[in-house]
């Protein structure tokens, strides 16, 4: 579960949406000190989730101060934040430094929230010292006026004495550059001016390039004082880390036993009531000594102290993680589930069920309501004869009858839930989760819960109807007094629209699309992912407006007018630090742009794209050299511009020589089509076929045959990409993606089939599987669609794509009246291509509109063998 959605999943309750737009109560409170009037002389700029202001010059611009250099941060609690914030202000507007905050409480609460960015933990306030002697004299004057101030740790700092401010050398204007794995990140100058990545990983560094001034070099010595080295425990490995601290495993010195210790930092990992990472320790501690005894949790042994930092310590606990049984025993994880083993897995979760059932009993016959019970806090025993609960940070005794304040969004309770009716919403969610794990979706819609009860119904006919419909009822039932859904409300009828019914479901996604459409905001035309938010995501194809207005063109849409404006203002000019790539950013904005008819702006945006060290991003797909090189060839063919061709054949140049270049033995090199070698395998075979050079297709097939290197069989015949800890079967970064270069491959070298025709096939079964989590097209049942309906291999038949089909709407929900789909996570729904609703209505464009358009970019309808 990425911990990133549940933040963008506050402000909207049909899509993500940064935390600071809280329609559903309006806007969010401000401090008072970001309520004043901006100073003469200065200027002021909402960016973000913070309030900047900057001095301006005589002429009335911004003043011109350093581009980098150690920055000052300011940590701050919920009860200390005005007070903190009013005397920067006070301080710094004489002073003419510039300066930024969080301008209110609750941005305050997100940013310290227990699965907030780890490298943004603690930093309230931002100051810009002009050089190293403001610097000192900042920190000694402003230090003084914060001392006995409070805050949460910054970990990417370091600390300035026992107070609030912590300095760091970064950045202060905007600039990127490519790092090592070829991505755009935040940049800084290193020594001899050349741009480098501006490293923010939650611990404190100093680059290479830069001298720790004398001043801070006792703050560093007393920052390495606090160790473990003296504790009775030997950490051996981190479990998890949070905002609010690690888990690890360890040993007991004193008698050998194996223990876990869990961490909390002060004032940081808040929970919804505002408990920090402490007092969520206490509460925990409290609770395991209630239940103590009942085997259904972890046993104490210590409660401790080391610096600020508090640490319990259990028993370690033999046994996996409920969540990670599915991989390995759901029955649906293949094409052609054998009926024995549906069987054999029903009575393994109703088993299941009721030995957690009975763990939730014995911990509410001890006073205690559990409070996060998710298949993540389920310890199953080796044996699998017994279950223990684990994290018992947000548990609370049953006499206090309150609210979840700790979930995770596939067993979240309504708010009209309290005490141990919560365990028991959690108790219901469970028993349809065990069948199929996508119960994130009752955050979207409860109801959604007869639906998939009857899938369950459908698919598992062993599962007791009364089983399913008791967990329909008691998710979905009013405690406001009204009644329960009837018994049999397991076979409610599937969704308003089949997505089967082209072109009526083609039509209700269409104007789901444009009811969902906001041209008045700046940041996104369409809401999709949160990756939209990060720079330039809102213009792009896989999470942008571009592949919004790419599905609709591929399907036959009409024209969408007022989105072909909004994208043609974005990018007059576009964002500073927009990607450069096919899918992430800019050349991909440009390919859609010249596809709709607006060339000069294309070859505007390419021409700003070959001004930047284009020549050092990584080779993939996504948002490197294969996808620049395929648009930089596309807009070549229909320009005749010859410089085009050329950049188009240097970038081919570039992916040749690093195909050439051994293969690092670490780290596991990626697979797929987005990130892996497919995607230049793809870009090469295009150039082939532009320019006839063979050697262009002889390195096609190397880059080929790395992604296949990096796939494993699957029982049951699926080839999947092997990633060590998991295997993959999608489109993006899967074995499906893999098999759609694969299929091109062998139309330009059909005397490879008998060779690659057992891998072909094995990419057809791994799209051919029974259950996908999510329905998106890059990490989802739209991919595989795709895959089948374009694939020319055998073994993909009308009768598996259909089935796909039919299973796409295992995830349908509507939106004002419409069909619409949930995007990664599955907490909300998502209208850009990579995750959402376009994706899946460009696949079933191409399974069921019959037209040769609809297809990703680069990827056409292959010319099927009569």
Not at 576 to 600: C, F, I, K, M, S
């Amino acid at each position: 579960m990425d911990k990133r959605y549940e933040v963008y999943a506050l402000a909207d309750s049909h899509f993500y949406d940064t935390p600071d737009r809280l329609s559903a109560a309006g806007p969010a409170p401000l401090y008072e000190t970001a309520r004043r009037r901006v100073p003469d002389g200065w200027e002021a700029a909402r960016i973000g989730d913070w309030l900047t202001l900057t001095p301006l010059d005589a002429d009335g611009r911004p003043a011109t101060g350093p581009a980098q250099g150690w920055k000052i941060h300011a940590s701050a609690t919920r009860e200390n934040a005005e007070r903190i914030a009013a005397i920067v202000w006070d301080y710094c507007v004489p002073r003419r430094i510039p300066f930024k905050f969080v301008p209110g409480p609750h941005l305050l609460h997100l940013r310290n929230a227990k699965y907030a960015p780890r490298d943004g933990s603690g930093k309230f306030v931002t100051l810009y010292p002009a050089d190293e002697e403001q610097l000192h004299t900042v920190l000694r004057e402003l230090g003084a006026l914060l001392d006995g101030f409070e805050g949460p740790y910054v970990l990417t700092d370091l600390r300035w004495h026992d107070g609030p401010l912590y300095v760091r050398y970064g950045a202060f204007a905007r600039s990127f550059t490519v790092d090592e794995r070829g991505t755009l990140v935040p940049a800084v100058r290193d020594g001899s001016g050349r741009l480098v990545p501006d490293v923010r990983a939650p611990s404190f560094r100093v680059p290479e390039w830069v001298t720790l001034p004398e001043f801070l070099q006792p703050h560093l010595e007393a920052r390495n004082t606090t160790t473990v080295g003296d504790l009775p425990y030997r950490i051996e490995k981190a479990l998890h880390f949070s905002n609010g601290g690690g888990v690890y495993s360890g040993t007991d010195t004193r008698d050998g036993r194996r223990v876990v210790l869990k961490e909390a930092r002060p004032y940081a990992g808040l929970a919804s009531d505002g408990a920090d990472a402490v007092a969520r320790l206490e509460r925990e501690r409290a609770a395991l000594e209630r239940v103590a005894g009942t085997g259904a949790a972890p046993q104490v042994r210590d409660f401790f102290a080391l610096g600020e930092h508090r640490f319990l310590v259990m028993d370690f606990v033999e046994g996996r993680p409920l969540n990670s049984f599915f991989a390995e025993r759901h029955p649906l994880l293949t094409a052609d589930p054998d009926p024995k083993a549906v069987t054999a897995y029903t009575e393994w979760a109703l088993r299941v069920h009721a030995l957690v059932e009975a763990a939730v009993e014995k911990v509410h016959a001890r006073g205690i309501v559990f409070n996060d019970l998710h298949v993540f806090n389920i310890l199953v025993a080796p044996d699998e004869r017994s279950v223990c609960l684990v994290d018992f940070e947000a548990a609370a005794p049953v006499s206090e009858h309150g609210r979840q304040v700790v979930a995770h969004p596939g067993f979240f309770a309504p708010p009209d839930r309290r005490g141990a009716d919560i365990d028991r919403y959690a108790l219901a969610c469970l028993r349809l989760a065990l069948f199929l794990p996508v119960t994130t979706l009752f955050v979207i819609d409860r109801g959604k819960a007869s639906h998939l009860a009857g899938v369950i119904a459908d698919q598992f006919p062993d599962a007791p109807r009364e089983f399913l419909d008791a967990a329909v009822a008691e998710i979905t039932r009013d405690t406001g007094g009204a009644p329960a859904r009837p018994a049999g409300a397991a076979r409610t009828p599937a969704p308003l629209v089949d997505p089967a019914d082209w072109p009526h479901s083609r039509d209700s996604m269409v104007k789901a699309l444009l009811a969902s459409a906001t041209p008045e905001r700046d940041d996104r035309l369409f809401p999709g992912d949160v990756a939209q938010f990060s720079d330039g995501g809102g213009l792009g194809v896989a999470h942008g407006a571009a592949g919004v207005l790419y599905a609709l063109d591929r399907i036959g849409a009409e024209r969408y007018e007022e989105g072909e404006r909004w994208l043609l203002e974005r990018t007059a000019p576009p964002p500073v630090g927009t990607p450069l790539g096919l899918y992430d950013g800019l050349a991909g904005v440009a390919l859609l742009l010249d596809g709709l008819g607006h060339r000069q702006r294309a070859l505007d945006l390419v021409e700003g794209i070959l001004r930047e060290r284009w020549q050092r991003l990584a080779s993939d797909l996504h948002g490197g050299l294969a996808g620049l090189g395929l648009v930089l060839g596309r807009l070549a063919e229909a320009t005749g511009e010859r410089e085009l061709a050329e950049r188009a054949d240097e970038a081919a140049d570039i992916v040749v020589r690093r195909l050439e270049e051994p293969r690092p033995a670490s780290p596991r090199p990626r697979a797929g089509l987005m990130r892996g070698s497919s995607g230049p395998g793809l870009f090469l075979l295009r150039r082939y076929e532009a320019t006839g050079d063979r050697a262009l297709l002889k390195a096609a097939g190397l880059a080929l045959g790395r992604d296949l290197e990096c796939c494993t069989v699957r029982e049951g015949g699926a080839l999947e990409v092997d990633e060590g800890w998991r295997t993959m079967p999608y489109l993006g970064d899967g074995s499906v993606g893999v098999g759609l270069v694969l299929d091109d491959y062998l139309a330009h070298v059909p005397d490879a089939v008998e060779q690659l025709g057992a891998a072909r096939a094995g990419v057809v079964a791994a799209a051919s599987c029974r259950f996908y989590a999510q329905p998106g097209l890059f990490q989802g049942r739209a991919g595989m669609i795709l895959h089948l309906a374009r694939t020319t291999a055998p073994e993909a038949t009308g009768a598996r794509l259909a089935e796909q089909v039919a299973g796409l709407g295992w995830s349908a929900m509507s939106y004002q009246g419409q069909l619409a789909f949930p995007g990664h996570q599955m907490m909300r729904l998502s209208m850009d291509l990579a995750t959402g609703t376009p994706g899946c209505l460009l696949a079933l464009g191409a399974a069921l509109g019959g037209s040769p358009d609809a297809h990703l970019p680069f990827l056409p309808p292959l010319r099927r063998t009569p």
